[in-house]
């Protein structure tokens, strides 16, 4: 009768034990750590919210989050240095027992040093049956470090000066410990900055959009706390640009505004918001994949190998009226370069990204120059050159000649800077190229010279 007993007595205790295992191992809280980033942060527009960060500015609110299944009786924050000082340490009961408790991660009880390292220690405690009715202690450690100085950015060369719908360079160096993210924006859109020379230098070209008519010129360089420093560079912008307005009245050549609309659809094409969508997020992806910087010299672009008739310049805006009535409008991003079956030329060395039958411009092929410069020909008749092909200044890309959209035999060019279409005419302008060249090289002896 005892020894029924005791296996009684041990059968229940081991079940119990296993259950206690059980519920202990697999009913844990969970513990998160997330750094919320407000939407008036200076390289931010919107709330952004950052899990398991591993800086902090002390400035913006670092979100613990306890989670569990039961209710939460009670948590522990301890935070030390890494020489084991004890900076905060607090227990804390909670009377409402919730299953979820989100709150602001306290911050240290004195003052320390920039780039210090913290470990926050997290314990969390529920009210389940676990550990023989004292609850599941579930823990979790954090390492932060203390980031509360922002990024230096310091300009070592760049241009004089910027048209409308024009390019400029800068070359520039940023110092911080913990570095993040490093790009230029004009005031629309971001642009990535290229490593130069060594570490801690960039180089980047920035457009100033035709499409906006105002340019704002920044660096921003963001650390890993998020502090965040915006340089706004000194740039004369000479607004005084003349784009040409045409105004087509297709009365002239077709019978009805019917078949006027139709012709309109194909010649409209040309600009169509897909098409250069497309042809954007080949850039785009053919950016990800620039992460050195090589040296270069640019040429003067020139498609034709010669002094070539422009037919239809850069920026022209045409109006197309049937008599007295608006039927459409095209803003044109190249030029289009009169040839007849004419070889056309890379003027400098570059890698093709694209090689095909695009919506509009017939067959094309897109060229990747270095530096987020990008060379597009359109309007070909014949290919002379493959995808993936390196080519060297003075290869053949193809032919000039004639399509569905194209009535007179031409090229149609365009410079594109990471994806913003730019005065072609700078880019094929010698002086133009020399200032870049100039400052490029002036950038890179300086460096190699410590005398930035």
């Known amino acids: ?80 240095t890494s020489d084991h000082l004890v900076v905060y340490d607090h227990e804390q009961i909670v009377l409402d027992e919730p299953t979820t408790l989100s709150f602001q991660l306290p911050k240290p009880s004195i003052k320390l ?19 023989f009715f004292n609850g599941n202690t579930t823990t979790k450690n954090f390492e932060i470090t203390l980031d509360t100085i922002e990024p230096k950015i310091d300009t070592l060369a760049q241009s004089a000066s910027i048209n409308y719908g024009g390019s400029a360079l800068v070359i520039f160096k940023v110092e911080d410990e913990s570095l993040n993210r490093v ?35 920044q660096i921003i360089a963001q650390d890993k706390a998020y502090n965040a420093h915006i340089l706004t560079l000194k740039l004369i912008k000479n607004t005084k640009v003349y ?41 785009q992806d053919d950016l990800g994949n620039i992460t050195a910087y090589n040296a270069l010299q640019f040429q003067p672009f020139n498609p034709l190998n010669k002094k070539s008739r422009v037919l239809l310049a850069f920026g022209t805006q045409r109006q197309f009226m049937f008599k007295h009535e608006k039927v459409g409008q095209r803003l044109h991003l190249g030029v289009d370069l009169a040839g007849k079956k004419s070889k056309i030329y890379a003027s400098n060395s570059g890698k093709v990204i694209l090689e095909e039958e695009v919506g509009g411009y017939g067959k094309s092929i897109l060229i990747a120059n270095g530096l987020g410069v990008y060379a597009f020909y359109g309007g ?33 060019f365009e410079i594109l800077i990471q994806g913003v279409a730019v005065r072609p005419s700078e880019w094929m302008d010698q002086r133009f190229i020399q200032k870049f060249n100039t400052i490029i090289h002036e950038a890179e002896r300086k460096i190699q010279a410590g005398q930035e």
């Open 380 to 412: 070909l008749s014949e290919f002379k050159a493959n995808m993936g092909d390196l080519l060297e200044p003075q290869g053949v890309l193809g032919l000039s000649g004639r399509n569905f959209t194209n009535k007179r035999d031409h090229v149609h």
């Open 183 to 217: 790009w230029l924006s004009n005031g629309h859109e971001s642009f990535k900055a290229f490593p130069f020379v060594k570490d801690k230098h960039y180089v980047a070209i920035l457009p100033w959009s035709i499409l906006e008519r105002t340019f704002t010129p």
């Open 1 to 80: 009768m005892l020894l029924r007993l005791i296996l009684i007595v041990l059968v229940m205790g081991g079940g119990y034990l296993s259950y206690n295992y059980a519920i202990s191992q697999k009913n844990g809280a969970e513990i998160s750590l997330t750094l919320q980033v407000p939407a008036n942060h200076k390289a931010a527009t919107k709330q952004e919210y950052i899990p398991n960060p591993t800086h902090w500015n002390l400035q913006y609110p670092l979100i613990l989050t306890l989670t569990s299944k039961f209710k939460i009786r009670s948590y522990h924050i301890k935070a030390l």
């Open 243 to 283: 784009y040409s307005k045409h105004t087509i009245d297709l009365s002239k050549d077709y019978p009805s505004k019917e078949v006027a609309l139709k012709d309109m659809e194909i010649l409209l094409g040309l600009e169509r918001a897909d098409t250069r969508s497309s042809v954007r997020k080949i850039i």
């Open 113 to 131: 040093d920039n780039q210090t390292r913290l470990r926050y220690e997290i314990a969390v405690r529920d009210w389940s049956y676990a550990n």
